[in-house]
């Protein structure tokens, strides 16, 4: 069978300075030819650069830090590739971000920067890079979704209609650039213990049952062999691949009726978090 053409590729991974992006970076750099690792945090960009170009003497690792929530910077990014004649084979669309909480209390600042990554970043350098990847008939699209993108929870609106986004549109993509022989792939991790949870602001204090929490490397693992060999979708852990299949069979109703009391507990967390954070503020 055809593999996904990870081996002496050009791969351009996003969210490369932490977790699951870090991870992908680790296993993706001793197969391939040069590894273009975009990020924001330069100093985590740099010393990972370093130390994966010490380690993968064969591959050429660049950075390119990027804020792929500004417009602009996305644009020049995509420019100066294009103008420096940089052939990306592989795309990793790694980079995101959550947002936890109930959606009348959300910041929209918060809202928009993640629609603008999650969504509008992940899409745009798919348009840049998949038509080379059509024309010379080679290349793949690996996109980090969420196990959110296959479900729907309180507290994340947002953030799960963006995974929804990214699962859609890349189940759709698949069968658009199929007959090119490119490869695309959307993994849906459950809990992996990242800076996710960190950026997203859980103010519940609540983890993630043992059973279903998976490593940054674990992930990373699962997702390069289910794109390698060519899955549409891959879940890591078998804890998650069990949770999505009972999520897969329980009727929508129940599952509505089950997340309400999730929805009243989640807003009186909140309500007290935010309380708790004014009287800081105040000085109380
Ligand atoms: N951890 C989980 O439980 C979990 C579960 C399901 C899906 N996922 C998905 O997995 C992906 C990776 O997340 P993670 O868990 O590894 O979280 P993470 O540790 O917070 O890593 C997020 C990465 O995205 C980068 N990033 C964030 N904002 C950016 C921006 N504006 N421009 C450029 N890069 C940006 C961060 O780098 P800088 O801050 O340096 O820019 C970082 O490298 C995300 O798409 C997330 O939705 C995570």
Not at 174 to 183: E, I, S, T, Y
Not at 199 to 206: E, I, K, P, S
Not at 215 to 226: E, F, M, P, T, V
């Amino acid at each position: 069978m055809m593999r996904a053409p990870i081996a002496g590729s050009t791969a351009l991974l996003t969210g490369a300075s932490s977790g699951i992006g870090e991870a992908l970076a680790r296993r993706l750099a001793p197969r391939v030819k040069k590894l273009v690792l975009v990020a924001r945090r330069v100093d985590r960009l740099e010393r990972l650069m370093g130390e994966l170009a010490l380690a993968n003497p064969h591959a050429e690792i660049a950075i390119e830090p990027c804020d792929l929530a500004d417009r602009t910077a996305l644009t020049a990014l995509c420019d100066k590739l294009a103008q420096e004649h940089v052939t990306i084979d592989v795309l990793v669309n790694n980079a995101g971000m959550g947002d936890m909480g109930m959606f009348d209390l959300a910041s929209w600042e918060k809202t928009e920067q993640m629609l603008e990554l999650n969504v509008r970043a992940l899409t745009y350098l798919t348009h840049r890079l998949v038509p080379g990847m059509v024309t010379r008939g080679r290349g793949g699209v690996l996109n980090i979704s969420s196990s959110f993108g296959l479900a729907f929870l309180p507290g994340f609106a947002a953030y799960i209609g963006t995974k929804h986004f990214v699962t859609g549109f890349t189940e759709s993509l698949r069968l658009d650039v199929a007959h090119a022989g490119v490869v695309v792939t959307q993994v849906c991790p459950g809990p992996v213990a990242t800076e996710f949870e960190k950026v997203a602001g859980n103010f519940t204090g609540a983890r993630a049952p043992w059973f279903i929490e998976l490593s940054a490397d674990a992930c990373a693992k699962a997702a390069l062999r289910g794109f390698s060999r060519r899955r549409a979708l891959v879940i890591p852990g078998l804890g998650m691949k069990v949770m999505m299949a009972l999520h897969a069979l329980t009727p929508k109703v129940l599952l509505r009726l089950l997340a309400l009391p999730m929805a009243r507990w989640l807003r009186r967390r909140q309500e007290r978090h935010l309380a708790e954070e004014r009287a800081r503020a105040e000085g109380r």
